[in-house]
């Protein structure tokens, strides 16, 4: 059985950090590309970071470019979201999700297969 475990999430100021860590089983981790996403209330999933199957490239929106860090460990099967200077639009749920192959590039939604249950993150102005 595939399981993605996201942790990490909390309740912080502004200009304030977390991070955030999904730890997954179940599947060949070095296998995977793997993204987070994130659900401001009342809004869509947008992805934000994605990284590479061997953590080589990283990939993130423009809204949190310079704030977040994403990063894996493959001895721990685990991947890391570093998320500074957190602002009130950070706020919401964060999902951890895997794609088979290496690649972000052109990735969408449906191509992640295996999603966390999400973490919740609130951030106060």
């Known amino acids: 059985e595939v399981q993605l475990q996201a942790s990490g999430g909390g309740s912080v100021q502004a200009g304030e950090s977390l991070r955030l860590s999904c730890t997954v089983s179940g599947v060949a981790f070095d296998d995977y590309a793997i993204a987070w996403f994130h659900e401001f209330p009342g809004n869509d999933l947008k992805g934000i970071s994605c990284?590479?199957?061997?953590?080589?490239?990283?990939y993130s929106a423009s809204s949190v470019k310079g704030r977040f860090t994403l990063s894996r460990d493959s001895t721990k099967n685990t991947v890391y979201l570093q998320m500074n200077l957190l602002k009130f639009e950070d706020t919401g749920t964060y999902f951890c999700?895997?794609?088979?192959?290496?690649?972000?590039?052109?990735?969408?939604?449906?191509?992640?297969?295996?999603w966390g249950q999400g973490t919740q993150v609130t951030v106060s102005s």
């Open positions: 990284i590479t199957s061997n953590g080589d490239n990283t």
């Open positions: 999700a895997l794609k088979q192959g290496s690649s972000c590039l052109g990735s969408r939604r449906p191509d992640f297969t295996f």
